[in-house]
């Protein structure tokens, strides 16, 4: 745990009983501070009372008392209207921040000088967290690692000058987090993307800009238009990355090779399951940048690289029969996302649906040619096959286990070199599965059973 003592002896707000919420309380509670916090679901409620947690409706609070809401990130703050208690809050005139900015202040107190890695970006942010932790740590380092990607952000150890924390940020922590200043920061790439949370692309870019604004070195995929014009206008230290653009005066990638400013090769990415595909060669070129800017060896690097497992549900190869390979890419729940599992295999046994997300799978029409057939499951059925019509062969198969049989049987008489069976769904999973984890966990279920 990191205690929070700049805080202490003041009492705060906290909104939100989730796991980083709870976090924090415990956090703020051993600094020093008097916290009253509050949900509105009896279910988070009763579990933080369990953990000892006094829970205090802050709708009859004395705000005038308070000296900030701590509010959790999944809580609107802006859009598409501000929680009650960002009103209360703005009524009293506190402050409202998260959980990561309670730890950039603990940071700038005790240890301004320890290394911080902070990564954002539509998409790639938790698999480029988790590669540079491994690399980190494949070197000897003290890593602390967590934030979106899973352990909260207060429940790591302190900062400290030899002990680096790789932390990986959404955009609702970004707008918490009015101090951030990172020793190095990450932009991966800007999309459209929960803009029923801020309101406009714009907003939601320029909350991600602010990232890097602080940072002591900036890190930026130069890819997409947005994140180019973020480094454009930076004026600090900058590497700039680039895959699908070779003018970039940075990092690049040819054919899987990540070359430095002179076009020596630094790393060879092809062959390695776990980063396979343009997106994960980008991820993989800021990951060995991240790592030389920490003084960590090529050498080092390389075959930490070569090690890196992977995380479950991106791209996760859980299993193969024969030249068949199974691959759970349940992570992807919208079309920009499936579209770099698609890029990455040819011959390829799809299996997508859920709860639709708008926009569909037409996007992804260049990409059919890859689809040697496709499986339907979930709500989105009808639409989904209503835009492969004419174009992919499917069939509807309404639940995963029979689209995984059918994909098993189909890619198993396949001639094709290495068919794919791909679980990439461009969906939601709620309309059959509690998360997208719980559809990937039953989908390597159901590959265990058949290999």
């Not at 009808?382 to 174009?391: H, I, K, P, S, V």
């Amino acid at each position: 745990m990191t205690p929070v003592t700049t805080f202490s002896g003041r009492k705060v707000a906290l909104f939100g009983l989730g796991g980083s919420g709870l976090a924090t309380v415990h956090a703020l509670c051993a600094g020093g501070a008097d916290v009253l916090a509050w949900d509105d679901s009896p279910e988070s409620q009763a579990r933080a009372r369990e953990q000892g947690v006094t829970v205090s409706d802050l709708r009859s609070a004395d705000w005038s008392g308070l000296s900030a809401l701590i509010l959790a990130p999944g809580v609107p703050l802006t859009h598409p209207v501000p929680h009650w208690t960002v009103d209360l809050a703005k009524s009293a005139g506190i402050e409202i921040i998260g959980d990561v900015e309670l730890f950039c202040r603990e940071r700038a107190r005790i240890a301004p000088d320890a290394p911080f890695v902070a990564i954002t970006g539509t998409n790639g942010k938790s698999t480029t967290t988790a590669l540079i932790a491994h690399i980190l740590r494949e070197a000897g380092r003290d890593v602390q690692m967590g934030g979106n990607i899973g352990t909260a952000i207060l429940s790591l150890a302190p900062p400290a000058d030899d002990r680096v924390h790789v932390i990986e940020l959404s955009s609702f922590q970004i707008d918490l987090t009015p101090s951030l200043a990172p020793s190095i920061g990450v932009l991966l790439n800007i999309t459209p993307d929960h803009l029923d949370r801020h309101g406009t692309m714009e907003n939601y870019a320029a909350i991600k800009e602010r990232l890097i604004v602080g940072s002591s070195l900036a890190v930026v995929g130069v890819d997409d238009l947005p994140s180019r014009a973020v480094a454009d206008r930076h004026s600090g230290p900058l590497v700039r990355v680039g895959v699908a653009r070779q003018d970039v005066d940075g990092l690049t990638v040819r054919d899987a090779s990540v070359r430095g400013r002179s076009g020596e090769i630094i790393a060879d990415v092809s062959g390695i399951g776990s980063l396979r595909g343009a997106h994960n060669w980008q991820n993989a070129a800021v990951a060995i940048a991240v790592a030389q800017a920490l003084a960590v060896a090529d050498g080092q690097i390389d075959a930490a690289l070569h090690s890196f497992p992977g995380l479950p549900h991106r791209m996760e190869e859980v299993g193969r029969r024969g030249r068949v390979l199974f691959v759970n890419d349940s992570k992807a729940t919208n079309a920009d996302s499936t579209e770099k599992a698609l890029t990455a295999f040819h011959d390829v046994h799809w299996i997508l649906g859920g709860k639709p997300k708008e926009g569909g799978i037409e996007m992804l029409e260049p990409l059919f040619g890859r689809v040697a057939h496709a499986y339907l499951i979930g709500a989105a059925s009808d639409a989904f096959a209503a835009t492969l019509e004419g174009r992919v062969a499917y069939t509807r198969c309404v639940t995963l286990e029979v689209a995984t049989r059918r994909a098993a049987e189909a890619a198993g008489l396949s001639e094709a070199p290495e068919p794919v069976v791909l679980l990439s769904p461009a969906c939601a999973s709620y309309d059959q599965f509690r998360s997208f984890e719980d559809r990937g966990d039953q989908f390597r279920t159901l590959v265990h059973a058949l290999v």
